[in-house]
């Protein structure tokens, strides 16, 4: 079994910073695609940014504020956030795609506001 377990949410005042990170833990014998993905109250989920096990990444519509970075000597993810607006509240997800299946952690939230 896999465990991710995030941490770096908390609240921050609009055009602030944070810096999410995921840890990946257990019996682990390969990684490949990890992700961040966030759910807003009343949305559903969406993706906010993926990288390959080789750091190619693909960003939704925060590229150019958020940066997806991945150390896989440590099996971690990291979401760095800046610019951050008030539509960027949310519960934040990581994603991952380990041995061979696919594993969530249970969430940080961010909030945004003044």
């Known amino acids: 079994q896999v465990q991710l377990v995030e941490s770096g949410g908390g609240l921050v005042q609009p055009g602030g910073s944070l810096r999410l990170s995921c840890a990946a833990s257990?019996?682990?014998?390969?990684?490949?695609?990890m992700g961040w993905y966030r759910q807003a109250p009343g949305k559903e989920r969406e993706v906010v940014a993926t990288i390959t096990s080789t750091g190619s990444t693909n960003y939704a519509a925060v590229k150019g504020r958020f940066t997806i970075s991945r150390d896989n000597a440590k099996n971690t993810v990291y979401l760095q956030m800046n610019s951050l607006k008030p539509e960027d509240t949310a519960v934040y997800y990581c994603?991952?795609?380990?041995?061979?299946?696919?594993?969530w952690g249970q969430g940080t939230q961010v909030t945004v506001s003044s």
């Open positions: 257990g019996r682990i014998f390969s990684i490949g695609n």
């Open positions: 994603n991952a795609d380990a041995n061979v299946g696919n594993y």
